[in-house]
């Protein structure tokens, strides 16, 4: 694979839809409604749009001028921008590795839970059924175990093979096109639920509670670092994805045009994610004679505690069920997609052999240790850790060093200049200036939630466990990182170029 065949997407929509397909996932769904009313209601949506305007699109800028300006996944891009900045584009990839690792699992769950919508499996209890009889979560203080569990390892294994089945075809036969499909089926899915949810009994007592301001909130520093961190873990950027997915991009495309268009299809859907959750939350706590404050719930007991509860109560509750746990499938599909592809694209370009090759020796052994982390009954503990540490001390890490030497090494102009060559949207200092300050706020959120956890331990969980499966894990990603930026490139082809591309 010569750097003059690299794979492009056919043109501006295919690139674009791929890139909403990997912003819109998990987060969007079930962590931007319960941050929306945690931090301020109707008032978060002013830290909010600051934090995209300032952070969200100019990092997307950024991201898609590395890629596309140095034709590579995130380590030869990063490597032929500056031959000392290699590690970093390695430490994206390994980042990439931990969240496809357990990513995997929630969206095997979110497929089990869209068959289960069917006959309302978790019966009276959705609690006790995910917990004790779905997963089987076994006590970490007693060890790790590793039970695995067949309920869980079977859809594990299914959502792997069709994700490596999609990459296997390639970037415009495989991604491009699983893209077209599965997003416009998710909004179509995602409105359905949305207007459904609206029309419930008790709806407006939940849209009152999302969206009545809390204008006190806005003094709040935790708030403001809240919206950023939203925007920052929605849009897939500063972790290669946006890197890897610009690299196919041709020569002469509109970097900001489609930036802007991502980052605001990105925040519309939260935006509808919030009106349709939080509608379907009041009608919960109505037909409980509860307030929307006892029945809302972020992440996995959104998912996986409320909307079973809310499913069995609800006229129709069959067809929500699968509308809801549907789009969760969906949407969590074509992120997946894009991490595995961070990997693969950046194993390509170092050996240089064929993708099908390539995604099935990345895939295949990312899948087994995918089951023995995540199909055992210690599965969704390994999970938290993991994903609280990968998103910390891995994402946000990662974006404040490798953001922090390209501002020291005053390549921003570099950059700002590839982006105006072709761009709708011009880029100057304010851009320049919103990418150092960003930097600044990186550097916040990562020592201040460092110094929190370091203190006060997670979630209750051992300290053997969270220095092995947190720090530890953390640790190594930089540690592997470095040792695969020593490696050798095959047929090594990194010229400092411009993105000489067809």
Same mark, same amino acid.
């Given at each position: ?272 994610? +919030?009106?349709?959750? !939080?509608?379907? *939350?009041? #009608?919960? @706590? ?5 307030? &929307?404050? =006892? %029945? ?24 929500? +069920?699968?509308?809801? !746990?549907?789009? *969760?499938? #969906?949407? @969590? ?5 894009? &991490?595995? =592809? %961070? ?160």
């Amino acid at each position: 694979m010569s750097n003059s065949t690299r794979e492009t997407f056919s043109g501006r929509k295919a690139f674009i839809m791929a890139a909403i397909g990997s912003a819109v996932g998990l987060g969007n769904i079930w962590r931007f409604p319960y941050t929306t009313y945690e931090n301020g209601g109707g008032a978060f949506i002013i830290p909010y749009i600051v934090a995209l305007l300032t952070a969200g699109i100019p990092l997307l800028f950024l991201d898609y001028a590395i890629g596309h300006r140095h034709r590579g996944g995130a380590p030869l891009s990063y490597r032929r921008f500056n031959k000392h900045f290699e590690t970093f584009g390695w430490w994206q990839v390994m980042v990439n590795v931990i969240i496809g690792l357990y990513y995997a699992v929630v969206l095997g769950w979110a497929a089990t839970y869209t068959y289960f919508s069917f006959t309302a499996a978790w019966g009276n209890d959705p609690v006790q059924f995910f917990i004790n009889e779905y997963l089987r979560v076994g006590d970490i203080k007693q060890g790790v175990s590793f039970e695995f569990v067949g309920m869980v390892i079977g859809p594990l294994i299914a959502v792997w093979l069709v994700a490596l089945g999609v990459l296997a075809l390639g970037v415009q036969k495989g991604i491009s096109k699983s893209s077209n499909i599965l997003m416009p089926v998710l909004v179509v899915m995602f409105i359905v639920l949305v207007v459904s949810s609206l029309f419930l009994p008790g709806a407006a007592k939940g849209l009152n509670a999302l969206f009545t301001p809390d204008w006190d909130k806005l003094s709040d520093p935790s708030v403001w670092i809240a919206a950023y961190g939203q925007i920052f873990f929605s849009l897939s950027i500063c972790f290669g994805i946006m890197i890897t997915y610009a690299s196919y991009l041709k020569k002469d495309s509109d970097l900001t045009g489609s930036g802007l268009v991502v980052g605001f299809a990105n925040s519309s859907f939260e935006l509808l994610a +919030g009106i349709g959750v !939080f509608a379907a *939350l009041g #009608f919960m @706590a109505t037909a409980q004679g509860q307030e &929307v404050s =006892e %029945v809302a719930k972020g992440g996995i007991g959104l998912a996986f505690f409320a909307f079973p509860t809310l499913i069995n109560e609800a006229p129709f509750g069959e067809i929500i +069920g699968v509308l809801f !746990f549907g789009s *969760l499938t #969906f949407a @969590a599909l074509t992120s997946f997609i894009s &991490v595995i =592809e %961070v990997i693969i694209s950046a194993v390509q370009d170092k050996l240089r052999i064929r993708r099908s090759k390539v995604t099935f020796l990345v895939g295949l052994p990312m899948m087994a240790v995918s089951v023995i982390l995540f199909g055992s009954t210690t599965g969704l503990p390994m999970l938290d850790v993991m994903d609280k540490f990968v998103n910390y001390f891995g994402i946000v890490a990662v974006a404040f060093v490798s953001l922090m030497v390209i501002v020291a090494d005053e390549k921003l102009g570099v950059l700002g200049q590839h982006i105006n060559e072709t761009s709708s949207f011009k880029v100057g200092f304010v851009w320049r200036l919103c990418i150092v300050v960003t930097t600044g706020i990186l550097a916040f959120m990562l020592f201040s939630e460092g110094a929190k956890v370091f203190t006060e331990g997670y979630e209750g969980y051992p300290d053997w466990f969270i220095n092995t499966f947190g720090w530890g894990m953390a640790v190594m990603l930089v540690v592997v990182a470095f040792l695969l930026s020593r490696l050798k490139w095959k047929n090594e082809v990194i010229t400092e170029r411009k993105g000489e591309q067809s």
